[in-house]
């Protein structure tokens, strides 16, 4: 005999055998109007999300802003590619219609068991909805480098930069300039911290979990950190940028910003310079919180004990 199913555990199959087919697959529930909205919140393209504003949000009526909310409930719990932009967007329409907090809330109960994994993450991202309702359970991340236990909250980039924040890619001055970290450093950033295990590991904040471990790491092992870190840099989940000698371009550090594994903070900083440039550890650290208090967002910094 064929096993009965509930409507919310046949959607997953019917969306994914509608992937396979190449039929789109429209959900009724969600007025025509809406479309364009729904289908830009849940794009994976950052530029698209933010082409919806927090003033298109508000302007909804109480009952579109309800049906978007279900309908980006259903996408988390039907399509997984989905889900970290669906609840992005539930929070950021509960941000505008407060009375749809007790809906958005109750819409984490109805996705998969905790076993999705999203760029890395071990659980499916739920995040509070700062100042309109309970807490719900975060996620969590693994480190900023491969090889270490310790895990920090996965936020969406709305709760860690505002979603129309555009973060700064550079920073200089006469001694160093920093500019996001990516693939391209891999040869350079590999030999930077490689040559400067101890040193790094005696700097505040870290040895961070594992890392650096002491063992190193290999070229295609730092790689693969380094195209993380250019993810979550495009997501807005974490900002990561390579300290560059403004003579040769040399690697010379790195700097990370990242959710705070405490709620007492916004944000963690993090940095480091070569053992030959060690110098430079506290220039770099002063500078970096200057610019964090001009440029970016956040007011709590942990600075690690600087």
């Known amino acids: 005999m064929t096993p009965s199913l509930s409507d919310d555990d046949l959607a997953p199959y019917l969306y994914l055998a509608a992937s396979f087919s190449g039929t789109p697959l429209l959900d009724a529930g969600l007025p025509v109007r809406l479309r364009d909205i729904a289908a830009k919140l849940l794009s994976s393209i950052r530029a698209q999300q933010k082409a919806v504003t927090n003033d298109d949000l508000a302007g909804l009526t109480s009952p579109d802003a309800g049906h978007l909310v279900q309908h980006l409930a259903r996408a988390a719990r039907d399509r997984p590619t989905e889900q970290q932009a669906a609840m992005l967007g539930i929070i950021r329409i509960v941000k505008q219609h407060a009375q749809l907090a007790e809906d958005a809330t109750s819409s984490k109960t109805r996705l998969p068991p905790e076993s999705a994994h999203l760029h890395g993450a071990r659980n499916v991202p739920i995040c509070r909805i700062a100042g309109v309702g309970p807490a719900c359970r975060r996620g969590e991340l693994e480190c900023r480098r491969s090889g270490q236990p310790r895990t920090v909250p996965v936020m969406t980039s709305d709760e860690f930069v505002p979603v129309d924040f555009d973060p700064p ?4 001055t006469n001694q160093f300039h920093l500019e996001p970290l990516g693939p391209q450093h891999n040869q350079a950033d590999h030999a930077a911290w490689m040559s400067s295990i101890e040193h790094i590991r005696s700097t505040p904040g870290y040895p961070d ?3 650096p471990p002491r063992s190193g790491m290999t070229f ?5 950190d380094l195209r993380r870190h250019a993810d979550d840099f495009t997501r807005g989940a974490g900002y990561t940028f390579t300290v560059l ?3 040769d371009n040399d690697v010379i550090g790195c700097v990370y910003l990242y959710p705070s594994a405490s709620q007492e903070w916004d944000v963690t900083v993090q940095s480091w310079v070569r053992a030959d440039r060690s110098s430079l550890d506290v220039p770099l650290a002063d500078a970096v919180a200057r610019w964090l208090a001009t440029d970016w967002p956040w007011e709590r910094v942990d600075r690690c004990g600087r």
Do not use: M
């Open 169 to 172: 890619t550079s920073l200089a």
């Open 209 to 211: 979990g594992n890392w």
């Open 245 to 247: 000698d403004p003579g």
């Open 220 to 224: 295609e092992e730092n790689l693969s």
